[in-house]
Structures are given as structure tokens and as C-alpha cells.
């Protein structure tokens, strides 16, 4: 039998288990540049409305931080710019794709049945890829058809397409070698996305700090090193194909050490006996979370010193700005450049926390799926009893870590301004404000559960659609119903701006409904077991 016996078989799977959700995100993403660039180019007819939005965007700590620098005054350099946290999504969505069809269908034991079959032990890790790949290519060429008729450089629109291609096909790469650590898809999923975190941290603590060498560091800073429209540096293009080519052998390496089912990391096993604070269907929760919590808050507390220490920056820089003084002088001074600074990182703080809340919640569906669950509810424990664990640490996860992240940021830039005490509650409440909306996508993870089990992935394109509706919905001029589609839309604007209490009011009872759907569903709906 050949290494790849069975390949294509795997891959034609692959296309039909995906062939309602992967045409809508490669499609989607690959339209939205086009689309994107029609709207700016409205926006900034002339040369002089787009140098007053690179004198403010190109300079601005927000800006920068969020979508990256800004290389080029031109349409195209605007487009680009303001497109920089699509790589990140595209870089999520293909590296749960990889895990999906790997480490999840050997969870599930679909593996070891394919595995009789005539296929070869890595068929499947290959197939995997092989479409993630392929999909990330199509996407990129419909980006560049797309482009090339809004009247922009052809080689920026190939550029472009290659910088969204190259970060997904790397994080699929990450989610490959992921999926061979683990035993279990949450664990690959959460080592992967971890990834995916650091190289957002790297590339913000690098263009937004002064540290470019950080930059260099990320994968998601490589991409934007491609620099579209702005004398491209193809070369950039050689470092992500080495860094493809060195995981993907890493992950063909390892996949051939280990057992089918196994991870490279063994799972610590416990005691033959379990102790008595074990007994609660909340002990267990906490046994399964505890990990994943503790890993989430300390990343939390890393960004948020970071950001914090940047925030300072931004008030110095408006001293050495005519231009930006006087806009942000009409904005609130220093204190208002920073304040928009802080609010835009705390938007960034809810949006990361509400990935941690779907992973938490997504975890009642990995012990179904593992056939774990049944063994549980066969006892006395009821099935709200159980659902209940693991709904508290979706819900209050995600104030646990926005809560230190808040603290970490407002200290930090407190005693860089001399005046902790008040900053510390401002930031604070910047980043506890983002709860309501961290909720509502909780409570759809939790309503897919119950309701439509075998759709619970979709939570995360939900959590892909706010960003970009967040990101750029506003610069495409799209009606604000489509705006007020993402629960963040209606999240205030702290600190510096007005606390509104009944849109969170809203957040929350819409939250509510959600989660109540999904649980009473759940009482009734059939749970996999072993028979």
C-alpha cells in the first residue's frame, strides 16, 4: 500500500461532508476585498481625503494595533490595511477545518474505521490539508478576479489574495501538527488557536510598540510583511512556504510515532479511585476546565500588560503630530486619543473572550461525541445537572478572563501615567462591558447543542461574521441593521464614552432565551451512546 493510498477518496469525503459550509466562508471572504475596495474608494475620492486617512490611521497606536501598518496611501494601501484581521479569521476557519477531518474523526473513531479500509496511515492527515489548502487558493483567485475590476494594480490584487491564502494555509498546517499532540480535537483546537493568539500578540506588540523584530515573529506579521500595493516584497512569500513545508513534515513525522486514538503528549492519568470532591457533576466540569481556563487567563493578563504598557504611547506620539493633535484635541485631548486606543482593545479583549466561551461550551458536545457523556447521565445525574458544569464555566469563563485582562491593562497603564487608581476602574469596566455580547454567542453555542448538535461548528463562523462586520462592516457602507446584527455593535465604547444599560440589557435576555432553548431541548433529544 502506497503512503497515500486512498487520498482521493478522503478528499472527495471531505468535500462532501463541507459542501454547504466551506463555499460560503471561501466565498464570502474572497468577495468581501472587492466589495471593500468599491466602498473606500467612494469614501476617499480624492488624493487628499486618502492623505488625511493616512495621516490619522497610518499614525494612529488603534489602527495599527488592530489591522496592522499602513503601507501605502493609495486605495489599495487602505484596503489593505483595513483588511488586516481577515488573515486571522481565515487562519481560525482553516486550522478547525484541519482538525475537524483530523483529530475529530479519529476522537469519534471514524479513523480506525476508515483505517481497515485500503487507506494509507496518513491518507487522512493529507486529504485535510489538501482541501484547506485548495480552499485557501480558490479563495485568494476569487479575491484577485474580484479586485483586478476595481481598477487597482494587478500585482496588489495578487499580492493581496497571496496574503490571505498564505494565512490560512499556515494555520492549517498549525492545526495538522496540533492534531497530532492530543488526544483529544478541544485539546488540538486549543493549542492551535493558542497559536493563532500569540502570532495576533506578536504582530500587535511589534507595529504598534516600535519592536518591528516581534513582527518577524508571527506568522500573521509575515503576511502582512507581503505588503500589497506598497512595492511588494514577493520574497516574504519563500519564509511561509518553508514554514508550511517544516510543520507539515513535523506533522507527517509525529503522526507515524503514535498510535491511532493516541496523542505525542500521553493524557496524565489519575488515580485508580477518584477522590470525593469528585462527586459533582460541577467538580468534573471543573476537572475538564480547569486547563483551559487557567491558559486562556494568564494569555489574557500577558495581552493586557502589553496593550496596557502600549496605551501610554499614544499621547506621546500626538505631541510629535500637528495633524493628529488637532483632530484628537477635538476628540477629548491625550486622554481621548488613549480612551479610543483602550476601547478598541477592549472590543479586541471581547471578541477573544467569546472564542474562549464556544471552545468552553463546545466541550459537552467533544464528551458526547467521545461517548463520555452517556456514562455520566446513566447515573443520577440529570442532564441539566451535567449541561449545568460545563454552562458555568461558558458563561463565567469569559468574566474571569475579560476581569484580568481589564486589571492587567489598567495597572499597567495606570502606573505609566501615575495615576493607577483611576485608570484601573475605567479599563476595568472597558473590558467587563464586552460580557452581554461574549454571552449572546455562548448562548448560540449552547442553542446548537441542544437544538441542531451537528451544527455546533457553525458558532464559530458566527464569531468570524461579527468580526468582520466589526472590522469593516461600517467602511462598506453596509445599512446598520446589518451592523446591529453582531452583538458588539451595541456594546459601548469604554472607557470615554456613555454607558448605555438597555442594549446590554437586551444582550443579556436574548443571551438567556438561547441558552434556555438549548438546554430544554437537550432534556430531550437523543444522546449518543455506546450501543
Not at 519564509?239 to 508550511?244: Q, T
Not at 486562556?296 to 500588560?305: L, M, N
Not at 457553525?458 to 462592516?473: D, H, K, M, N
Amino acid at each position: 500500500m502506497g503512503a497515500l493510498t486512498g487520498t482521493r477518496g478522503l478528499v472527495r469525503l471531505i468535500l462532501r461532508r463541507d459542501r454547504f459550509l466551506m463555499p460560503i466562508w471561501v466565498i464570502y471572504l474572497g468577495v468581501v476585498p472587492s466589495a471593500f475596495a468599491s466602498s473606500t474608494a467612494d469614501l476617499y475620492p480624492t488624493v487628499a481625503d486618502r492623505h488625511e486617512y493616512a495621516q490619522v490611521s497610518g499614525n494612529n497606536p488603534a489602527f495599527i494595533a488592530l489591522f496592522g501598518p499602513l503601507y501605502d496611501e493609495g486605495v489599495g494601501g487602505i484596503v489593505t490595511q483595513r483588511l488586516g484581521l481577515i488573515p486571522l479569521v481565515v487562519g481560525l476557519l482553516s486550522l478547525l477545518t484541519v482538525i475537524r477531518h483530523t483529530r475529530t474523526d479519529e476522537e469519534a473513531g471514524r479513523r480506525e474505521l476508515l483505517g481497515s479500509a485500503a487507506v494509507s496511515r496518513h491518507a487522512g492527515l493529507a486529504a485535510a490539508l489538501i482541501v484547506t489548502i485548495g480552499a485557501n487558493l480558490v479563495l485568494a483567485l476569487i479575491m484577485m478576479a474580484g479586485l483586478n475590476k476595481q481598477d487597482l494594480p494587478a500585482a496588489g490584487g495578487v499580492a493581496l489574495g497571496l496574503e490571505f491564502a498564505a494565512a490560512g494555509c499556515i494555520f492549517a498546517a498549525v492545526g495538522a501538527l496540533a492534531a497530532q499532540l492530543t488526544t483529544s480535537a478541544g485539546g488540538a483546537r486549543a493549542i492551535a488557536i493558542g497559536v493563532l493568539g500569540a502570532s495576533l500578540l506578536l504582530r500587535i506588540a511589534g507595529d504598534s510598540g516600535g519592536a518591528t523584530w516581534l513582527s518577524w515573529l508571527s506568522p500573521i506579521g509575515w503576511v502582512h510583511r507581503i505588503r500589497p500595493y506598497a512595492d511588494e516584497r514577493w520574497w516574504v512569500l519563500g519564509i511561509v512556504v518553508v514554514a508550511i513545508a517544516g510543520l507539515v513534515a513535523a506533522s507527517v513525522a509525529l503522526s507515524a510515532r503514535r498510535d491511532v486514538g493516541a496523542g505525542v503528549l500521553p493524557p496524565r492519568l489519575g488515580p485508580a479511585e477518584a477522590a470525593g470532591r469528585l462527586r459533582s457533576p460541577l467538580a468534573l466540569a471543573w476537572r475538564l476546565h480547569r486547563a483551559p481556563l487557567l491558559g486562556w487567563t494568564a494569555g489574557f493578563a500577558v495581552i493586557g500588560v502589553v496593550l496596557g504598557g502600549v496605551a501610554k504611547g499614544v499621547a506621546d506620539m500626538m505631541r510629535d503630530n500637528e495633524s493628529l493633535h488637532d483632530v484628537f484635541t477635538r476628540m477629548g485631548g491625550a486622554s481621548g486619543f488613549s480612551d479610543a486606543f483602550l476601547s478598541s482593545m477592549m472590543g479586541l479583549f471581547g471578541l477573544i473572550a467569546a472564542a474562549y466561551a464556544i471552545q468552553a461550551a463546545l466541550r459537552m458536545r467533544a464528551e458526547e461525541d467521545g461517548l463520555r457523556a452517556d456514562p455520566v447521565l446513566a447515573t443520577s445525574v440529570g442532564r441539566l445537572q451535567w449541561a449545568g458544569g460545563h454552562l458555568l464555566f461558558s458563561l463565567l469563563g469569559p468574566a474571569v478572563v475579560l476581569t484580568v485582562a481589564g486589571l492587567a491593562a489598567g495597572l499597567t497603564h495606570g502606573i505609566n501615567t501615575g495615576d493607577p487608581g483611576h485608570e484601573v476602574p475605567r479599563v476595568l469596566g472597558g473590558a467587563l462591558v464586552q460580557l452581554p455580547a461574549v454571552w449572546v454567542l455562548a448562548g448560540l453555542t449552547i442553542a446548537l447543542f441542544g437544538i441542531l448538535p451537528q451544527f455546533t461548528l457553525a458558532s464559530w463562523g458566527a464569531l468570524a461574521v461579527f468580526v468582520l462586520l466589526g472590522q469593516i462592516g461600517s467602511a462598506m457602507q453596509l445599512s446598520q441593521k446589518a451592523l446591529d446584527v453582531s452583538p458588539f455593535t451595541h456594546i459601548p465604547k469604554l472607557p470615554g464614552g456613555e454607558v448605555a444599560v438597555q442594549p446590554l440589557v437586551w444582550l443579556a435576555a436574548i443571551a438567556a432565551v438561547l441558552t434556555v432553548a438549548g438546554l430544554l431541548r437537550f432534556r430531550t433529544r437523543d444522546v449518543k451512546s455506546v450501543a
